[in-house]
Protein backbone atom coordinates (compact mmCIF):
# COMPACT_ATOMS: atom_id res chain seq x y z
CA UNK A 1 0.00 0.00 0.00
CA UNK A 2 1.42 3.38 -0.98
CA UNK A 3 1.52 6.35 1.53
CA UNK A 4 -0.97 7.97 -0.82
CA UNK A 5 -3.62 4.82 -0.62
CA UNK A 6 -2.81 4.80 2.94
CA UNK A 7 -4.24 8.23 3.34
CA UNK A 8 -7.31 7.74 1.72
CA UNK A 9 -8.26 4.57 3.34
CA UNK A 10 -7.77 6.35 6.52
CA UNK A 11 -9.75 9.32 5.46
CA UNK A 12 -13.25 7.02 5.26
CA UNK A 13 -14.23 6.46 8.80
CA UNK A 14 -14.74 3.20 10.03
CA UNK A 15 -18.53 1.49 10.88
CA UNK A 16 -17.89 1.64 14.03
CA UNK A 17 -16.54 5.41 14.08
CA UNK A 18 -20.38 5.98 13.28
CA UNK A 19 -22.11 8.30 15.32
CA UNK A 20 -25.10 6.44 16.67
CA UNK A 21 -28.61 7.22 18.44
CA UNK A 22 -28.58 7.74 22.00
CA UNK A 23 -30.68 4.56 23.30
CA UNK A 24 -32.98 5.60 26.30
CA UNK A 25 -35.23 4.43 28.68
CA UNK A 26 -38.24 7.09 29.13
CA UNK A 27 -38.35 7.08 33.30
CA UNK A 28 -42.40 7.61 33.70
CA UNK A 29 -41.84 3.21 33.48
CA UNK A 30 -40.03 3.66 36.46
CA UNK A 31 -41.66 5.59 38.24
CA UNK A 32 -40.83 4.81 41.71
CA UNK A 33 -37.16 4.38 41.58
CA UNK A 34 -35.31 7.47 43.23
CA UNK A 35 -32.59 8.84 41.01
CA UNK A 36 -29.64 6.33 41.90
CA UNK A 37 -32.02 3.57 41.51
CA UNK A 38 -33.16 4.51 38.34
CA UNK A 39 -29.42 5.24 36.98
CA UNK A 40 -28.65 1.85 38.27
CA UNK A 41 -31.37 -0.09 36.63
CA UNK A 42 -30.78 1.84 33.08
CA UNK A 43 -27.30 0.94 33.44
CA UNK A 44 -28.02 -2.46 34.22
CA UNK A 45 -30.34 -3.32 31.24
CA UNK A 46 -27.81 -1.75 28.78
CA UNK A 47 -29.18 2.19 28.15
CA UNK A 48 -26.93 4.94 27.62
CA UNK A 49 -29.43 7.62 28.38
CA UNK A 50 -32.60 8.25 30.22
CA UNK A 51 -35.99 10.67 29.04
CA UNK A 52 -36.38 12.18 32.07
CA UNK A 53 -40.18 13.16 33.24
CA UNK A 54 -39.93 16.83 34.38
CA UNK A 55 -44.22 17.22 34.89
CA UNK A 56 -46.71 16.92 37.60
CA UNK A 57 -46.29 13.45 39.30
CA UNK A 58 -42.72 12.85 37.30
CA UNK A 59 -39.18 12.32 38.72
CA UNK A 60 -38.61 16.12 39.29
CA UNK A 61 -41.39 18.04 39.79
CA UNK A 62 -41.89 20.71 38.01
CA UNK A 63 -42.26 22.86 41.14
CA UNK A 64 -38.93 21.96 42.13
CA UNK A 65 -36.81 22.44 38.95
CA UNK A 66 -34.15 24.43 39.96
CA UNK A 67 -33.11 21.98 43.34
CA UNK A 68 -34.19 18.91 41.94
CA UNK A 69 -33.25 18.55 38.27
CA UNK A 70 -29.77 19.17 38.83
CA UNK A 71 -29.69 16.19 41.80
CA UNK A 72 -31.15 13.93 39.41
CA UNK A 73 -28.84 14.41 36.75
CA UNK A 74 -25.79 14.11 38.75
CA UNK A 75 -27.08 10.92 39.93
CA UNK A 76 -27.92 9.56 36.57
CA UNK A 77 -24.22 10.92 35.13
CA UNK A 78 -22.51 9.22 38.06
CA UNK A 79 -24.54 6.13 36.91
CA UNK A 80 -22.45 6.20 33.39
CA UNK A 81 -25.91 7.94 31.65
CA UNK A 82 -26.20 10.89 29.37
CA UNK A 83 -29.64 12.89 29.72
CA UNK A 84 -30.23 14.18 26.40
CA UNK A 85 -33.94 14.77 26.85
CA UNK A 86 -36.49 15.63 29.29
CA UNK A 87 -40.01 15.20 28.84
CA UNK A 88 -42.33 18.34 30.07
CA UNK A 89 -46.24 19.32 30.16
CA UNK A 90 -45.65 22.81 28.88
CA UNK A 91 -48.08 24.32 26.15
CA UNK A 92 -47.14 27.75 27.16
CA UNK A 93 -44.11 30.35 27.64
CA UNK A 94 -46.08 31.78 30.36
CA UNK A 95 -46.39 28.85 32.67
CA UNK A 96 -44.73 29.65 35.85
CA UNK A 97 -42.74 26.55 35.31
CA UNK A 98 -41.20 27.06 32.15
CA UNK A 99 -38.31 29.27 32.30
CA UNK A 100 -36.63 27.43 35.20
CA UNK A 101 -37.25 24.73 33.76
CA UNK A 102 -35.67 25.52 30.57
CA UNK A 103 -33.08 27.28 31.54
CA UNK A 104 -32.22 24.61 34.24
CA UNK A 105 -31.83 21.87 31.74
CA UNK A 106 -29.46 23.75 29.32
CA UNK A 107 -27.78 25.16 31.95
CA UNK A 108 -27.05 21.38 32.62
CA UNK A 109 -26.50 20.90 29.14
CA UNK A 110 -29.77 18.91 27.87
CA UNK A 111 -30.07 19.55 24.92
CA UNK A 112 -33.98 18.73 23.96
CA UNK A 113 -36.98 19.04 25.37
CA UNK A 114 -40.61 17.83 24.80
CA UNK A 115 -43.40 19.96 25.81
CA UNK A 116 -46.89 19.24 26.63
CA UNK A 117 -50.15 18.70 24.53
CA UNK A 118 -53.14 20.48 23.21
CA UNK A 119 -56.28 19.17 22.18
CA UNK A 120 -58.45 19.51 19.25
CA UNK A 121 -61.26 21.16 19.92
CA UNK A 122 -65.03 21.98 19.12
CA UNK A 123 -63.17 24.79 16.92
CA UNK A 124 -62.65 24.88 13.45
CA UNK A 125 -59.40 22.65 13.09
CA UNK A 126 -57.93 25.48 11.14
CA UNK A 127 -58.28 28.00 13.66
CA UNK A 128 -57.48 25.06 16.79
CA UNK A 129 -53.70 25.43 14.83
CA UNK A 130 -53.51 29.13 14.90
CA UNK A 131 -54.23 29.03 18.68
CA UNK A 132 -51.55 26.09 18.73
CA UNK A 133 -49.23 27.80 17.08
CA UNK A 134 -49.00 31.12 18.90
CA UNK A 135 -48.39 28.77 22.21
CA UNK A 136 -45.52 27.11 20.04
CA UNK A 137 -43.91 30.12 19.12
CA UNK A 138 -43.72 31.52 22.40
CA UNK A 139 -42.09 28.38 23.65
CA UNK A 140 -39.64 28.52 20.24
CA UNK A 141 -38.62 32.04 21.83
CA UNK A 142 -38.16 30.60 25.18
CA UNK A 143 -35.80 27.72 23.78
CA UNK A 144 -33.85 29.77 21.48
CA UNK A 145 -33.17 32.26 23.90
CA UNK A 146 -31.86 29.76 26.77
CA UNK A 147 -30.21 27.22 23.52
CA UNK A 148 -32.19 24.27 24.06
CA UNK A 149 -34.54 22.53 21.42
CA UNK A 150 -37.99 21.88 21.30
CA UNK A 151 -39.36 18.68 19.98
CA UNK A 152 -42.93 18.22 19.29
CA UNK A 153 -44.43 14.86 19.35
CA UNK A 154 -47.32 13.31 17.14
CA UNK A 155 -49.70 11.58 19.51
CA UNK A 156 -52.45 9.84 17.98
CA UNK A 157 -56.06 10.78 18.94
CA UNK A 158 -57.97 14.06 18.84
CA UNK A 159 -54.14 16.00 19.57
CA UNK A 160 -53.15 18.92 18.02
CA UNK A 161 -49.91 17.75 15.98
CA UNK A 162 -51.71 14.18 14.97
CA UNK A 163 -51.02 14.37 11.55
CA UNK A 164 -47.34 15.88 11.23
CA UNK A 165 -48.89 18.40 9.16
CA UNK A 166 -50.41 20.33 11.08
CA UNK A 167 -47.13 20.53 12.69
CA UNK A 168 -45.40 21.33 10.09
CA UNK A 169 -47.92 24.10 9.28
CA UNK A 170 -46.61 25.67 13.09
CA UNK A 171 -43.00 25.77 12.67
CA UNK A 172 -42.76 26.06 9.23
CA UNK A 173 -40.92 29.21 9.18
CA UNK A 174 -39.58 28.64 12.96
CA UNK A 175 -35.70 28.37 13.76
CA UNK A 176 -35.25 24.62 12.73
CA UNK A 177 -31.94 24.96 15.58
CA UNK A 178 -34.71 25.50 18.31
CA UNK A 179 -37.58 23.50 16.98
CA UNK A 180 -38.47 20.00 15.39
CA UNK A 181 -39.99 16.52 15.50
CA UNK A 182 -40.17 14.22 18.22
CA UNK A 183 -40.98 11.64 15.85
CA UNK A 184 -43.00 8.62 16.96
CA UNK A 185 -43.39 5.96 14.24
CA UNK A 186 -46.27 3.91 16.39
CA UNK A 187 -48.28 7.01 16.45
CA UNK A 188 -47.69 8.08 13.10
CA UNK A 189 -49.00 3.90 12.01
CA UNK A 190 -52.39 4.64 14.07
CA UNK A 191 -52.73 8.01 12.05
CA UNK A 192 -51.00 6.94 8.86
CA UNK A 193 -53.18 3.85 7.41
CA UNK A 194 -51.19 1.85 4.48
CA UNK A 195 -49.15 4.80 3.67
CA UNK A 196 -49.25 8.21 5.26
CA UNK A 197 -46.70 6.78 7.64
CA UNK A 198 -44.13 6.32 5.65
CA UNK A 199 -44.67 9.99 4.21
CA UNK A 200 -44.30 11.82 7.47
CA UNK A 201 -41.48 10.25 8.24
CA UNK A 202 -40.10 11.89 4.89
CA UNK A 203 -41.45 15.34 6.41
CA UNK A 204 -40.01 14.92 9.62
CA UNK A 205 -36.56 13.77 8.93
CA UNK A 206 -34.87 17.07 7.78
CA UNK A 207 -36.17 18.68 11.63
CA UNK A 208 -36.17 15.38 13.38
CA UNK A 209 -34.59 15.76 17.29
CA UNK A 210 -35.64 13.01 18.82
CA UNK A 211 -37.58 9.68 18.40
CA UNK A 212 -39.73 7.43 20.58
CA UNK A 213 -39.76 3.86 20.44
CA UNK A 214 -43.17 1.99 21.02
CA UNK A 215 -45.40 -0.86 19.31
CA UNK A 216 -48.65 -1.36 18.64
CA UNK A 217 -51.39 -3.72 17.27
CA UNK A 218 -55.22 -3.29 16.33
CA UNK A 219 -57.81 -5.17 18.33
CA UNK A 220 -61.17 -5.40 17.71
CA UNK A 221 -63.42 -4.46 20.68
CA UNK A 222 -67.03 -3.78 21.69
CA UNK A 223 -66.42 0.17 20.68
CA UNK A 224 -64.99 -0.45 17.47
CA UNK A 225 -61.18 -1.33 16.47
CA UNK A 226 -58.87 0.08 18.72
CA UNK A 227 -54.90 0.30 19.20
CA UNK A 228 -53.45 -1.76 21.85
CA UNK A 229 -50.13 -1.53 22.99
CA UNK A 230 -47.71 -4.36 22.88
CA UNK A 231 -43.37 -5.53 22.83
CA UNK A 232 -41.30 -3.90 19.75
CA UNK A 233 -41.61 -6.38 17.26
CA UNK A 234 -44.78 -7.80 17.93
CA UNK A 235 -46.69 -5.41 16.54
CA UNK A 236 -47.88 -2.89 13.28
CA UNK A 237 -44.97 -0.90 12.87
CA UNK A 238 -42.88 -1.55 9.84
CA UNK A 239 -39.33 -1.20 12.08
CA UNK A 240 -37.10 -2.48 9.63
CA UNK A 241 -38.01 0.17 6.87
CA UNK A 242 -38.43 2.75 10.23
CA UNK A 243 -34.79 2.26 11.12
CA UNK A 244 -32.98 1.91 7.44
CA UNK A 245 -34.87 5.51 6.78
CA UNK A 246 -32.92 6.58 10.10
CA UNK A 247 -29.68 5.27 9.22
CA UNK A 248 -30.26 6.51 5.72
CA UNK A 249 -30.25 9.99 7.21
CA UNK A 250 -27.94 9.37 9.75
CA UNK A 251 -29.81 9.69 12.67
CA UNK A 252 -27.48 9.59 16.08
CA UNK A 253 -30.35 11.90 18.72
CA UNK A 254 -32.17 10.63 21.42
CA UNK A 255 -34.24 7.89 20.84
CA UNK A 256 -36.49 6.51 23.82
CA UNK A 257 -38.47 3.45 24.50
CA UNK A 258 -41.59 3.60 25.91
CA UNK A 259 -43.25 0.69 27.72
CA UNK A 260 -47.38 1.50 27.31
CA UNK A 261 -48.18 -2.26 27.62
CA UNK A 262 -46.81 -2.35 31.03
CA UNK A 263 -49.93 -2.06 32.88
CA UNK A 264 -50.04 -3.69 36.64
CA UNK A 265 -46.16 -5.05 35.79
CA UNK A 266 -43.83 -5.16 38.77
CA UNK A 267 -40.03 -3.77 38.56
CA UNK A 268 -38.99 -7.23 37.89
CA UNK A 269 -41.57 -7.56 35.18
CA UNK A 270 -40.73 -4.49 33.98
CA UNK A 271 -37.23 -4.68 33.76
CA UNK A 272 -37.48 -8.57 31.80
CA UNK A 273 -39.74 -6.71 29.49
CA UNK A 274 -37.18 -3.59 28.64
CA UNK A 275 -34.47 -6.63 28.03
CA UNK A 276 -36.79 -8.02 25.64
CA UNK A 277 -37.46 -4.86 23.70
CA UNK A 278 -33.86 -4.03 23.86
CA UNK A 279 -32.98 -7.20 22.15
CA UNK A 280 -35.08 -6.43 19.49
CA UNK A 281 -33.99 -2.74 19.03
CA UNK A 282 -30.47 -4.16 19.03
CA UNK A 283 -30.72 -6.17 16.00
CA UNK A 284 -31.33 -2.89 13.99
CA UNK A 285 -29.00 -0.35 15.74
Known amino acids: MTRRTFLAAAAVPLRGDTKRPTLCMFSKHFAELNYAELGKTCKDLGFAGVDLTVRPKGHVPPERVAEDLPRAVDALRKAGLEVPMITTDLTSASNPAAVPTLKTAAGLGIPFFKPGYWRYTNVDPLTRIKEVGADIRGLAALAAEHKITMGLHNHSGTYVGEAVWDTWEMIRDL ?17 GGLGGHEITQRIVTPRLKMVSLKDFVWKKEAKGWNPVWCPMGEGTVNWKQVFADFVRAGYAGPMSLHLEYDGGMDV ?11 AYIHNYL
Request: net charge neutral; glycine share 4%; proline share 11%.
Open 175 to 191: DPRWTGFYYDPAHAAIE
Open 268 to 278: PTRVAAVRKDL
